[in-house]
């Protein structure tokens, strides 16, 4: 299986902050890699696919960036409501693993 | 609008079974692959089952292979998790999730990501 690493493990950042997440597989998932925003008691929800393509309706603060095994999750300028875990998944192979997630303090 | 609805968690003592579901709307149903993914209490997520749009292709991970069964009625859009010999570390909040196919600006494909979730519905596995 296709280990996915993230750090850091949780971050702390104010309002208006830039932040990055990594994200580094295990070995080559060329850019079928996604990003998903969580907020605590709620669904996932998908943000970046294809390791940079922003999803329909998420605001453009949020990019994506990488390829192979090193991935990251750029958010420009925090919003209060950017507090979440956010976890990256590699889509690849089967079966499909997830980060260990992020957890986003404002 | 696209809605998942899941159903039929609860609570199962070590070696039962239960079997959950999920009901979709708003689209297309047996155009699109579904799989299921749980989440630990505190934990992270992790996908478990996924099954091809027509239902002749499942795959499933490592931990719930020959225990779990996915399936899909498309006459119903709903797809169904069926959970045997559940152990106390199946307890999650199993979330199904809709897989929907990108393609970049040259028509080239970028993979499958699960871009519509359900609200999820709790296992528990406690005697």
């Known amino acids: 299986d296709i280990q996915m690493t993230q750090s850091p493990s949780s971050v702390s950042a104010s309002v208006g902050d830039r932040v990055t997440i990594t994200c580094r597989a295990s070995?080559?998932?060329?850019?079928?890699l996604a990003w998903y925003q969580q907020m605590p008691g709620k669904a996932p929800k998908l943000l970046i696919y294809?390791?940079?393509g922003l999803q329909s309706g998420v605001p453009s603060r949020f990019s994506g960036s990488g390829s192979g095994t090193d991935f990251t999750l750029t958010i420009s300028s925090l919003q209060p409501e950017d507090s979440a875990t956010y976890f990256c998944?590699?889509?690849?192979?089967?079966?499909?693993?997830f980060g260990q997630g992020t957890k986003l303090e404002i | 609008e696209v809605q998942l609805v899941e159903s039929g968690g609860g609570l199962v003592q070590p070696g039962g079974s239960l079997k959950i579901s999920c009901a979709a709307s708003?689209?297309?149903?047996?155009?699109?692959?579904m799989n299921w993914v749980r989440q630990a209490p505190g934990k992270g997520l992790e996908w478990v089952s996924y099954?091809?749009?027509?239902?002749?292709?499942?795959f499933y991970a490592g931990s719930v292979k020959g225990r779990f069964t996915i399936s899909r009625d498309n006459a119903k859009n709903s797809v169904y998790l069926q959970m045997n010999s559940l152990r106390a570390e199946d307890t999650a909040v199993y979330y199904c999730?809709?897989?929907?196919?990108?393609?970049?600006?040259?028509?080239?494909?970028?993979?499958?990501?699960?871009?519509?979730w359900g609200q999820g519905t709790q296992v528990t596995v406690s005697s």
């Open positions: 999730a809709r897989r929907t196919y990108y393609y970049d600006s040259r028509g080239h494909g970028v993979g499958g990501y699960f871009d519509y």
């Open positions: 099954i091809s749009s027509s239902g002749n292709t499942v």
């Open positions: 294809a390791a940079s």
């Open positions: 998944q590699q889509a690849n192979t089967f079966p499909y693993t």
């Open positions: 070995q080559g998932v060329t850019n079928w």
């Open positions: 708003g689209f297309t149903f047996n155009n699109y692959e």
